[in-house]
């Protein structure tokens, strides 16, 4: 069983920067295509980033090159370094982690709280 562990989370001040880690654990790390998504109060889960082994990762359209996500397969982790971070990027960060091998497989973690102050 794929389980996710997220941490790195917390509170910050508008322009400040946190590391979000996810650990790996259950499967083959490099069978998965891994991710960030946010979800706010109200509003739907959405993508902040992904990254899948020997493609160029994808970010949301709102990160405007603040953020970067990266993997470390020794470490089986996967990391969202945000920078310049803003209230409306406030919400809980999940983990994704999707199988890209056999048949398709979808796995979160429980996530981490992430609240920018102004």
């Known amino acids: 069983q794929v389980q996710l562990v997220e941490s790195g989370g917390g509170l910050v001040q508008a322009g400040g920067s946190l590391r979000l880690s996810c650990k790996f654990s259950?499967?083959?790390?490099?069978?998965?295509?891994m991710g960030w998504y946010r979800q706010a109060p109200g509003r739907q889960r959405e993508l902040v980033a992904s990254i899948t082994r020997g493609s160029s990762p994808n970010y949301g359209d709102f990160v405007r090159d603040r953020f970067r996500i990266s993997r470390d397969g020794a470490r089986m982790t996967v990391y969202l370094q945000m920078n310049s971070l803003k209230p409306e990027d406030t919400g809980v960060y999940y983990c994704?982690?999707?199988?890209?091998?056999?048949?398709?497989?979808?796995?979160w973690g429980q996530g981490t709280q992430v609240t920018v102050s102004s």
């Open positions: 994704n982690a999707q199988r890209i091998v056999g048949l398709p497989e979808t796995y």
């Open positions: 259950g499967d083959i790390f490099t069978g998965y295509s």
